[in-house]
């Protein structure tokens, strides 16, 4: 007999190779991460997984606290560029559930060929799928579901927030400088917070609001970059200790929060938009700022944005660009410089349309900066910034505001009266038809018909007007000198934007002609500004080149409605 040997391994009987493997772990919020349930679950649960089938764990990547929606994770992104750093660092990438990895159809499909592109294969230990069309089919109709299931999760946890919101509630989120959240019930596990002032950091929120306002012991109005940098020069700091930036400051200004009403589901957290006004919910809260003041700070940042008024004429160090124009061409006077044989350098103003298109579209108006600056800022002192010619002007203005409020009261009497007199005609019908004087058949009913609707539309044209009357404060002779005072002070004083500020909230436009300077300014305004003591908001694009070229609509103000100086 001969012995048998053993027959040698065949090669479909050789061992498997030993993978290397790389857990990826994450959990959707921070509550979960705190909590530290799921992590060590999913860990425990894939290192079982993988040692079974024999392989090695060689990496770990944790992700706490992130949405798998979007690709924006820190150790997602590590453990990507580590497979495709052309090491070959590990062999495949494991993961509890599909869902854990990407809840994106599209983002799961285009990182899965990624790996697959440096030898790297996502497996999922409890959707174990191959690589077979049917297979590939069923992965994308997972992560469709997956990604379904994110969305209706979310769109309830927001319907769910926004009803929180709608009770005032504060949704979890840090709350704003100024503010700490403290805690006023429980519902369940659920606890309910509201917001309440921090009395140190409110006081900081009051001085920023003041800055803007009216400055700092006679320094003008301040602007948002101005404010950051008197505060960090200063020490202020924000909540983390970080230093006050243009943007931030800005944010703080425009939160309506500060002045009694947070809002909630105002910009998508996606695309950082404004959302629109029916999806936002607002809340009572506690104010730091009066609402009237927070009213008009909110109306001095929208004059002064960009859109509106040109930066350069704002704050620029020329005093009258932006409200100069050329009376020939309407097209604004910019700066221009000249130096003479001597070396002398020379400044005036000069069409802009004469400047870039030459003599054939504009001849041209010239005048030296110096004294054009001089005769309007004197000619306002002298023709206007007197308590006796702001007295006659707003009084003229009252003049024509009480006609007419007369005028409005007469409508308002007419309308009651309709209202009143159909009123009347249905109480008499239905006394005669109490009465059995008269029998309700199909042309009483109509008739019946025709007089509500006559008196429902009266009352409702009643309350319509009713609401468009408005009470003006009555501006007195003391007021008027004070501001007379200030402006002519403010207007020869300080730096040149803060001259210019104080010069913008009265005159609307200047057109230089040849002999002769014409200022033009709303007598509304003017009362607005003897009212307020302080500088109005602008409202016109002065930047926007031939925004009116069509002359149909914001025309310029009729000689009875501004006021024109001449020199």
Request: net charge positive; hydrophobic share 40%; proline share 4%.
């Amino acid at each position: 007999m001969h012995a048998q040997t053993p027959r040698s391994k065949s090669k479909s009987e050789a061992p498997a190779p030993v993978l290397r493997a790389a857990l990826y772990l994450r959990v959707s919020t921070g509550r979960q991460a705190e909590h530290d349930l799921s992590i060590p679950d999913q860990r425990a649960q894939t290192a079982n997984w993988v040692a079974a089938r024999g392989w090695t764990v060689v990496a770990e990547y944790v992700e706490p606290g992130a949405s798998a929606m979007d690709d924006k994770r820190p150790e997602f992104q590590r453990m990507i560029e580590r497979a495709c750093d052309g090491d070959g660092a590990f062999d495949v990438v494991i993961v509890h559930s599909y869902s854990r990895f990407f809840r994106d159809a599209f983002g799961l499909e285009f990182y899965v060929r990624k790996l697959a592109k440096h030898g790297v294969k996502l497996v999922s230990m409890t959707q174990e799928l191959g690589d077979d069309p049917a297979q590939v089919m069923m992965r994308q109709v997972i992560s469709l579901f997956d990604e379904y299931q994110s969305k209706e999760n979310a769109k309830h946890v927001l319907r769910s927030m926004k009803e929180n919101a709608r009770q005032g509630f504060w949704n979890g989120s840090t709350a704003p400088f100024g503010y700490r959240t403290v805690e006023v019930e429980k519902r369940g596990a659920r606890v309910k917070k509201r917001l309440e002032i921090d009395p140190v950091e409110a006081e900081q929120v009051q001085f920023i609001f003041k800055l803007v306002v009216g400055g700092h012991q006679g320094s003008p109005p301040m602007g948002t970059k101005a404010v950051a940098t008197w505060l960090n020069e200063r020490g202020y700091r924000t909540r983390k200790g970080g230093m006050w930036g243009n943007g931030t400051i800005h944010q703080l200004l425009t939160n309506p929060v500060y002045g009694g009403r947070w809002r909630f589901n105002h910009v998508d957290s996606k695309t950082r938009r404004e959302k629109a006004d029916a999806e936002q919910i607002f809340a009572d809260a506690p104010a730091i700022i009066a609402p009237d003041v927070f009213a008009g700070v909110q109306r001095l940042l929208k004059g002064r944005n960009p859109r509106i008024a040109a930066p350069r004429s704002v704050t620029g160090p020329i005093l009258l660009t932006g409200l100069a124009f050329c009376n020939l061409c309407q097209g604004a006077m910019s700066l221009r410089t000249g130096t003479s044989k001597t070396g002398k350098v020379h400044r005036y103003y000069a069409c802009s349309t004469c400047a870039r298109k030459g003599k054939k579209a504009c001849p041209g108006r010239t005048v030296q900066m110096d004294r054009l600056d001089y005769l309007v800022t004197k000619h306002l002192m002298d023709k206007l910034l007197t308590g006796d010619r702001i007295w006659q002007l707003l009084s003229t203005l009252a003049t024509r505001r009480a006609e007419r409020a007369a005028s409005v009261d007469a409508r308002l009497a007419a309308l009651e009266h309709e209202a009143v007199n159909a009123e009347d005609k249905l109480k008499r019908l239905y006394k005669l038809i109490e009465d059995g004087v008269a029998e309700m058949d199909d042309l009483l009913k109509d008739r019946i018909s025709a007089l509500k609707a006559d008196r429902d539309r009266s009352r409702e044209a009643l309350a319509r007007a009713r609401g468009n009357v408005k009470t003006k404060a009555e501006v007195t002779e003391e007021a008027v000198a004070k501001f007379s005072e200030l402006m002519r002070q403010r207007i020869q004083e300080g730096d040149t934007p803060a001259r210019k500020a104080w010069l913008t909230s009265i005159v609307d436009r200047i057109e230089v002609d040849e002999g002769i300077i014409r200022l033009y300014g709303r007598k509304d305004v003017l009362e607005q500004c003897v009212m307020a003591g302080t500088v109005a908001t602008p409202g016109v694009r002065t930047f926007v080149p031939e925004w009116r070229t069509h002359q149909d609509s914001n025309l310029r103000p009729l000689p009875s409605e501004g006021s024109a100086l001449s020199s």
